[in-house]
């Protein structure tokens, strides 16, 4: 039986769930393909449980890339989310025994779901805990349809890594047109294709990652003594 | 188990994406509002997301060494499809649809050029 909570709660996650479950299919087969276990697969869903992360854990996985470069690439890949947190330390605060889980679970579609509660509602730690568990429950269950999909090779599941490629540039998009200044922009093809250029394949991402974050720290300093000449 | 480097990276990559999650919780919530955070905030996700997309079309080659069209996966179909996605998400906006219609697209074109089309 279930409760009329976890409906209204199961309800506000339907547009995650035709999106995880996809995604952690194509996660799943991409893993298999990759050459790691089911298990290995399953386990990265549910204990590191961060869609593009995952992703770039298999190609850095296959790259052959160092324990070093894998802890800083998933921190830089991952930031967002220390913004995600900062806007959500008052929501959380006295959720007790669930805080830990909520702040695991924090993922883009999760925090969106959670900031975009209608505003009459008051904020409900219960609800807010349902929301996660399930949108996590549709990532693992689309990695164990992915893992049993490209396990048994039901299809010719050839190409199928493209939904990674797919998934950045969708989400490129979308920060574009939230956004709508270049400045990122410019600065992210200018150390992309420079790093591109000079590094070799394995320190591309977080050379050009590095250098874009001290661009613009160099962008807000300086617009930080202009803003002081100005007064 | 820990001498399988399959496992040390789901560790470290569990630990790491937990850190940047709890941190704000533990450490930085006094600095919420400090201009350096909020700019970096604001820029550094849409640059990340663009430098992702270059590194995976990394490979893109859409002409062969002697200047014509390349049909191998890393040549026409990883471009027409990459557009195809930009080009679905620019019309409709509905992620699932473009991600699906161009991964779909992508591994038609390159199954049929794998079969000799």
Redo the contacts between chains.
């Keep these: 039986m279930i409760s009329a909570a976890w409906r209204h709660a199961g309800h506000q996650t339907l547009p995650v769930m035709?999106?995880y479950l996809?995604?952690g299919a194509?996660f799943g087969i991409l893993a298999i393909e990759v050459g790691?276990?089911g298990y290995?697969a399953l386990?990265?869903s549910v204990?590191?449980?961060?869609g593009?992360?995952?992703f770039?854990?298999l190609a850095?996985?296959a790259a052959g890339a160092g324990?070093t470069e894998?802890?800083v690439a998933?921190?830089?890949?991952?930031?967002?989310?220390?913004?995600?947190?900062?806007?959500l330390?008052k929501r959380?605060q006295g959720a007790g025994l669930k805080k830990p889980y909520l702040?695991?679970a924090?993922t883009d579609e999760t925090y969106s779901l959670l900031t975009s509660q209608p505003a009459e509602n008051e904020p409900s730690h219960a609800l807010d805990f349902r929301i996660s568990l399930l949108n996590q429950s549709w990532w693992v269950l689309g990695s164990l349809m992915g893992v049993g999909l490209g396990s048994a090779a039901l299809f010719?599941?050839?190409?199928?890594e493209?939904?990674?490629?797919?998934?950045?540039?969708?989400?490129?998009?979308?920060?574009?047109?939230r956004?709508r200044q270049s400045?990122?922009?410019v600065?992210?093809?200018f150390?992309?294709?420079g790093a591109?250029l000079i590094l070799p394949?394995r320190h591309?991402?977080l050379g050009?990652?590095a250098c874009?974050?001290l661009l613009?720290?160099a962008?807000?300093f300086r617009f930080?003594s202009h803003r002081r000449t100005q007064c | 188990m820990l001498n399988d480097?399959?496992?040390?990276?789901?560790i470290?990559?569990?630990?790491?994406?937990?850190?940047?999650?709890?941190?704000?919780?533990v450490a930085?919530?006094r600095q919420?509002d400090h201009?350096?955070?909020i700019?970096?905030?604001?820029?550094?996700?849409?640059?990340?997301?663009?430098?992702?997309?270059?590194?995976?079309?990394?490979d893109l080659r859409p002409l062969t060494p002697d200047q014509t069209l390349s049909f191998d996966?890393n040549g026409l179909?990883?471009l027409i499809?990459?557009l195809t996605?930009?080009a679905l998400?620019?019309w409709r906006?509905n992620?699932?649809l473009?991600?699906?219609l161009?991964?779909a697209s992508?591994?038609?074109?390159?199954?049929l050029s794998?079969t000799n089309l």
């Design positions: 035709f999106g996809p995604l194509a790691i276990s290995a386990a990265m204990f590191i449980y961060a593009a992360g995952q770039l854990a850095l996985l324990l894998v802890a998933t921190l830089m890949l991952n930031s967002r989310h220390v913004f995600y947190g900062l806007s330390l959380f702040i695991f924090l010719d599941s050839q190409g199928i493209f939904a990674l490629t797919a998934l950045f540039i969708v989400l490129t998009l979308e920060q574009a047109c956004l400045r990122p922009f600065i992210a093809l150390t992309g294709i591109l394949d591309l991402l050009a990652i874009a974050c613009l720290l962008d807000y930080a | 480097p399959v496992w040390q990276l789901i470290v990559c569990a630990l790491a994406t937990f850190a940047t999650r709890v941190l704000p919780f930085l919530y919420a201009p350096l955070i700019h970096l905030g604001r820029y550094l996700p849409p640059a990340v997301m663009l430098i992702l997309v270059i590194y995976a079309l990394r996966a179909p990883l499809a990459s996605v930009a998400h620019l906006r992620a699932l473009s991600i699906g161009g991964t992508y591994m038609l074109m390159v199954q794998g």
